[in-house]
T-cell receptor, first 117, second 111 residues
Framework: GAVVSQHPSWVICKSGTSVKIECRSL??????MFWYRQFPKQSLMLMAT?????????EQGVEKDKFLINHASLTLSTLTVTSAHPEDSSFYIC?????????????FGPGTRLTVT | RKEVEQDPGPFNVPEGATVAFNCTYS??????FFWYRQDCRKEPKLLMS?????NEDGRFTAQLNRASQYISLLIRDSKLSDSATYLC????????????WGLGTSLAVNP
């Protein structure tokens, strides 16, 4: 149980275009989803916390107008990277927290590798 | 001071060796601690939670020292498949109970 999927697993896009990444909890209801970014040889950096039905909370330094997050249902959250630039190239990982499980338990999606050319 | 600090390594050990990783955290109010494992270009996977009394799962032993704000992970009888990056993770107390990630310690187990 507790499976989280992400789509796409990798994407290459041109500078200036937008990319949408989906994160789904397949067998549980995710009241909270988290979006992380990881650059090579660096730790996971939390970008934003998404609660179902409400606006996402962004970490300091993360542009909310550039990284649009929508969490419209208990099983789906999306991250849209708008007007992507090469410096946005990174590994984006979502995680979801099962509202019925331990408060801090998070389950991770397989990640999306974004390359902006 | 970083919220979670780990020695990045790399640790190069032969098969069968015992290896220990340490981690320190800065927020004394943190209450949940985890070790995750991350393979190259993959998502992190939970290895084990760390409890106050210490806990063991097969070859893996985790310990917590609240007074020193220190967490450890011990791997006995290392296998080639243990090669990965081990991430120390601590919760930041607050409304969303966010997880704060260490940079990770890289382990390479050699034949």
């Amino acid at each position: 149980g507790a499976v989280v999927s992400q789509h796409p697993s990798w994407v290459i896009c041109k500078s200036g275009t937008s990319v949408k990444i989906e994160c789904r909890s397949l067998d549980f209801q995710a009241t909270t989803m988290f979006w992380y970014r990881q650059f090579p040889k660096q730790s996971l950096m939390l970008m934003a916390t998404s609660n179902e039905g409400s606006k996402a909370t962004y970490e300091q330094g993360v542009e909310k107008d550039k990284f649009l997050i929508n969490h419209a249902s208990l099983t789906l959250s999306t991250l849209t990277v708008t007007s992507a630039h090469p410096e946005d190239s990174s590994f984006y990982i979502c995680s979801a927290r099962d509202g019925l499980a331990g408060v801090y338990e998070q389950y991770f999606g397989p990640g999306t590798r974004l390359t902006v050319t | 001071r970083k919220e979670v600090e780990q020695d990045p390594g790399p640790f190069n050990v032969p098969e069968g060796a015992t290896v220990a990783f340490n981690c320190t955290y800065s927020n004394s109010a943190s209450q949940s601690f985890f070790w995750y494992r991350q393979d190259c270009r993959k998502e992190p996977k939970l290895l084990m939670s760390v409890y106050s009394s210490g806990n063991e799962d097969g070859r893996f032993t985790a310990q917590l020292n609240r007074a020193s704000q220190y967490i450890s992970l011990l791997i006995r009888d290392s296998k080639l498949s243990d090669s990965a990056t081990y991430l120390c993770v601590v919760n930041r107390p607050g409304n969303n109970r966010k997880l704060i990630w260490g940079l990770g310690t890289s382990l390479a187990v050699n034949p």
